[in-house]
């Protein structure tokens, strides 16, 4: 995956988290991403409200990276963006690609099964223009049960040098996905559900977020996500010693993250009756509680309803934004012991965060109510109320 490129510089470490592709994170000198800036081509790219870098994003472009530059650690950084466990600025730029098409297939058994990715450059061609376009999918189970990858990834580039001291280049990629997670468990579980010579169940690879609903494996924490993102770089070389670079953004977030959610009334699921010997889910006996909870409700919005109501359901977190930027930095060297940086960063960023049911799981209506709240009357708390 992209961040375990960086496992061979000093100070940084990759990791895999969930097994899942694109759930990896990378730790610079101990500090996470919400501590450490992550560029492309000079754009910084940390999320907005939390700080985290989501791998997943940028799945592909490990096929048209040219370089990737790390300061590890606070300090004076030539991007202009400083943090203190770090800067990372991944480069993307096809004047510097090779003249060609490689097309690739290559098949693991770890976070997916299946790779293809075409890519095509044309170098530096007449007229100081160059391209670079690449596709690619990857898609499979992973070495632990329920965790899966179906993630595509687009990319183009161009770049046209329009003098000796002027280059212009736009960028677009995106990378629409959807992967299974893959839960942590506690060592109660693994002494619990943990069989030796069962490789399901092994202390590395024991999932609890999936089980069988039909005779097929599903998974119930499922992650999708598309974030496009576009770029306009200028450089501008005013003398030797004295460079501006100038970067207009765009990105736009669609997606969030399922999972069941319990309503009023509705037991844990961590009890026998929903969780097998093997510690895995059991989808059918979720829908059957729901197709037998026969309810008849009267202080609804929609009047009153008689139907089964579900005490699980699914729920899709959604986590929108949209998000323009322009950023520009100027540096100048005043002589060899003294060089000055300065810029401007101005960002816009407007987030959508809200849930919606996606799947009744075999009832007919939920009732939005805190199943973890009573009022004094001893009613379940209605969301979305200040008191």
């Known amino acids: ?56 994003n940028w799945s592909g472009l490990n096929e048209v990276t040219r370089s990737m530059q790390v300061q590890r650690g606070l300090g004076f950084s030539k ?3 400083s943090s203190i466990g770090g800067t990372m600025n991944i480069l993307l730029k096809p004047a510097e690609m090779y003249k060609g098409v490689s097309l690739v297939y290559s098949r693991s058994n770890v976070s997916f099964q299946d790779n293809v990715s075409v890519t095509g450059s044309t170098g530096m061609m007449k007229g100081n223009w160059a391209v670079t376009v690449c596709g690619s999918r990857r898609w499979g189970e992973s070495y632990r049960k329920g965790v899966y990858s179906d993630a595509w990834a687009y990319f183009l ?9 002027h280059q212009l280049m736009l960028t677009g990629f995106g990378a629409p ?14 002494q619990t559900y943990g069989y030796k010579g069962d490789s399901l169940n092994s202390s590395s690879t024991y999932n609890a977020a999936w089980g069988y609903y039909q005779g097929k494996v599903r998974n119930r924490s499922v992650n999708h996500y598309h974030k496009p993102q576009f770029m306009l770089n200028h450089y501008w070389d005013i003398g030797k010693r004295t460079k501006v670079t100038n970067s207009l953004y765009w990105s736009f977030g669609r997606g969030g993250g399922k999972n069941i959610q319990r309503s009023y009334g509705a037991p844990s699921l961590s009890g026998a009756t929903y969780i097998d010997a093997k510690g895995q889910l059991l989808w ?6 729901n197709q ?26 959604v986590n929108d934004h949209n998000w ?18 300065g810029g401007i960063d101005g960002r816009y960023y407007k987030g959508y965060h809200y849930a919606k049911v996606v799947d009744l799981l075999g009832g007919d209506y939920i009732i939005d109510k805190d199943p973890f709240r009573k009022m004094p009357s001893g009613d379940y708390a209605d969301y979305n109320l200040s008191a």
């Open 324 to 341: 323009y930027g322009i950023f520009t930095t100027i540096r100048s060297e005043i002589n060899k012991n003294l060089t000055i940086v």
């Open 177 to 190: 996905q959807e992967h299974g997670s893959g839960w942590d468990a506690t060592q109660s579980q693994y």
């Open 284 to 289: 059918d006996s979720i829908y059957a509680l």
């Open 292 to 317: 037998r909870n026969i309810e008849t409700n009267t202080n609804t919005s929609e009047g009153s309803i008689t139907g089964a109501r579900s005490k699980y359901y699914l729920e899709d977190r």
């Open 79 to 81: 991007l202009g963006v």
């Open 1 to 56: 995956e992209f961040p375990e490129i960086l496992n061979s510089t000093p100070g940084v470490y990759s990791s895999m988290m969930g097994g899942g592709y694109g759930d990896g994170t990378v730790v610079m000198r101990g500090y996470s991403s919400q501590n450490t800036a992550v560029l492309l081509n000079g754009v910084p790219v940390n999320d907005m409200e939390n700080g985290w870098v989501y791998w997943s």
């Open 157 to 165: 580039s161009v770049y046209k040098k329009l003098s000796k001291k």
